[in-house]
Every structure is written in structure tokens, then in C-alpha cells.
């Protein structure tokens, strides 16, 4: 089945560390995307890439870090940088402008 | 800066009854995306409406777009507790690269 795959879906983490959340698809999307969701919030773009080895920030990228080595995959470094970081992370990808996003199942990151 | 509104942010309504939540964004765009999300997953894609006056339907919901006002609207019909989510609109801008934009999302719930 084609589609995107996030892990771990439940993350902790203690401060000080830098955790990295993983996202793959086998949809052969060129774009993909992180989104930050905090409780009752809408969602924010911390990092988008359109093609491999390419990338570029989003409203939120400070104390975030990504990399996009293979078309499938974009993982997301959440670094000791960031301050809050507790919160419901979504990974995001399409195939081109026009066409809808289609999102993983999530990874909820928790600041011990 | 882009800016998309959805209103109303939160929506009680019996089951039954109609209603209509609206989607507002600041710029020229002709590609409007709906949304749904239940507590705690991640989301779903609705509707994709690529030209102004895009009609789709499925089921108890009906979305539209106006590009010239610049508003889409998400139209519920004779409600069912099971449409109880969170909506969100997103628009795309061309020439602008792959970048997504989100509205602040409505809060639905249908009471029995």
C-alpha cells in the first residue's frame, strides 16, 4: 500500500537532547513537508523540500534541522535549541502544485 | 504576508441542522483544500477545488470556492454526530513554490 509513514508515534525526550523523527513515503512525491500542531492549534511549517537535496524553512524552522538524501525520505532533528518543543509533529508530501497533501499519522513529542 | 480565517474557530450545532463554515484568504490563489481532523490523528483530505466557482460534494458536505472574493465555503448538511472534527481550508499560491498555507481551523461538534 502506498503511503507515508511516520516514527515513533510517541516520542520523549529530555532536555538538553537532540531526538530525530523519521518520515517515508512510497508515494514517489517530489514535496514533502514538516508541520508543527500544538493542543487546539493549527498547523505551522517548520521545514518544506521540494526536491532531493534541496530544502528550504518555514514560518517556524528556528532549533529545527532536516535533510531530504533520497526522494523518499525527509526526517526532522529536533535540536537542543529548541525550547518548547512538546508538541504533535506531522510530515506532509505531494506530487506537485495543484495537488493535495497527503499527511502520516503523526509523531507526538514530549518534553520531559 | 498570506493570511487564510476560517470562521466560525468553534461550531455546536444539533443533529439535523445546517450550517456553513467559511474560509477567507488574503491573497490571489485558485486552489483551495479542505480538510478534516478527528481528536488526535492526523488529517484527512476532503476536497481539492482548483477553479473559482469548483462545486464538490460528498456525503453530508459540500465545499465551494469563489476566487473573486477570495472565500470558500464548507456547507454541512442535516448533521450527524460522526462529523464532529476539526476542519481546516489551505491554499496554495502559485509561482510561490510548494509552500502550503492553513486557516486557523473550526472546531465542530455535533450534539446529539
Known amino acids: 500500500d502506498g503511503g507515508i509513514t511516520q516514527s515513533p508515534k510517541y516520542l520523549f525526550r529530555k532536555e538538553g537532547q537532540n531526538v530525530t523523527l523519521s518520515c517515508e513515503q512510497n508515494l514517489n512525491h517530489d514535496a514533502m513537508y514538516w508541520y508543527r500542531q500544538d493542543p487546539g492549534q493549527g498547523l505551522r511549517l517548520i521545514y518544506y523540500s521540494q526536491i532531493v537535496n534541496d530544502f528550504q524553512k518555514g514560518d517556524i524552522a528556528e532549533g529545527y534541522s532536516v535533510s531530504r538524501e533520497k526522494k523518499e525520505s525527509f526526517p526532522l532533528t529536533v535540536t537542543s535549541a529548541q525550547k518548547n518543543p512538546t508538541a504533535f509533529y506531522l510530515c506532509a508530501s505531494r506530487t506537485q502544485p495543484g495537488e493535495r497533501q497527503f499527511f502520516g499519522p503523526g509523531t507526538r513529542l514530549t518534553v520531559l | 504576508e498570506l493570511k487564510v480565517e476560517q470562521n466560525p474557530l468553534f461550531l455546536s450545532m444539533q443533529e439535523g441542522k445546517n450550517y456553513t463554515i467559511y474560509c477567507n484568504y488574503s491573497t490571489t490563489s485558485d486552489r483551495l483544500y479542505w480538510y478534516r481532523q478527528d481528536p488526535g490523528k492526523s488529517l484527512e483530505s476532503l476536497f481539492v477545488l482548483l477553479s473559482n466557482g469548483a462545486v464538490k460534494q460528498e456525503g453530508r458536505l459540500m465545499a465551494s470556492l469563489d476566487t473573486k472574493a477570495r472565500l470558500s465555503t464548507l456547507h454541512i448538511t442535516a448533521a450527524v454526530h460522526d462529523l464532529s472534527a476539526t476542519y481546516f481550508c489551505?491554499?496554495?499560491?502559485?509561482?510561490?513554490?510548494?509552500?502550503?498555507?492553513f486557516g486557523t481551523g473550526t472546531s465542530l461538534t455535533v450534539i446529539p
Open positions: 489551505a491554499v496554495d499560491i502559485k509561482n510561490t513554490g510548494n509552500q502550503f498555507y
